[in-house]
C-alpha cells in the first residue's frame, strides 16, 4: 500500500497519529456541541471513485485477519487505553509496512488514527479473540 517507501519519518508519523487520537478524545468528550466535526476525514477510495471516510476504512482494516494476526501479540494482556496501544503497535507496522511484510496504509496518519479509536472502542479482548 506504501507507494514511496524511500524515505518514511516514523517518529513523525507515531507523532501525528498520537495527536490526532489527542483531538478524537477530546471530540468524543464534547460531541452534544452544536459545532462537532469529526476529526476522520473523508477521502476517496481509489478502488471505485466513491467517497468514503477514514473511519469506514479502518472499518474494513478490523476485519482483515492478517492485520489481526499481527497486532494481537503486540496488545493483548494490555489496557484499553488507546495511547498506549498506538504506540506498542505503530513503530512495529511501520517497520513491517516498509519491509512489505503487511500490507497497511501508513500514508495516511487519519486511517491509523481511526484504526486505533475504534479498536479501542471494540475493545482488544473481542478484537483479539482467538489468538491468544
Known amino acids: 500500500m506504501m507507494k514511496n517507501t524511500s524515505y518514511f519519518d516514523r517518529d513523525k508519523f ?10 478524537k478524545h477530546s471530540e468524543e468528550l464534547t460531541q452534544d456541541d452544536e459545532d462537532f466535526e469529526p476529526v476522520f476525514a473523508s477521502g476517496t477510495d481509489e478502488r471505485n471513485s466513491e ?9 474494513e482494516l478490523l476485519k482483515q485477519q492478517d492485520i489481526r494476526q499481527f497486532i494481537c501479540p503486540f496488545i493483548q494482556g494490555s489496557t484499553n ?35 486505533f479509536s475504534l479498536m479501542v472502542k471494540q475493545g ?9
Open 81 to 115: 487505553d488507546i495511547f498506549d496501544l498506538a504506540k506498542i503497535c505503530l513503530s512495529a507496522l511501520v517497520t513491517n509496512v516498509l519491509l512489505g511484510k503487511i500490507a497497511f496504509p501508513i500514508e495516511d496518519k487519519f486511517i491509523s488514527a481511526a484504526f
Open 51 to 59: 467517497e468514503i471516510t477514514s473511519e469506514e476504512k479502518a472499518r
Open 124 to 132: 482488544i479482548a473481542i478484537y483479539c479473540k482467538g489468538f491468544e
Open 14 to 23: 507515531i507523532h501525528d497519529v498520537i495527536e490526532l487520537l489527542k483531538i
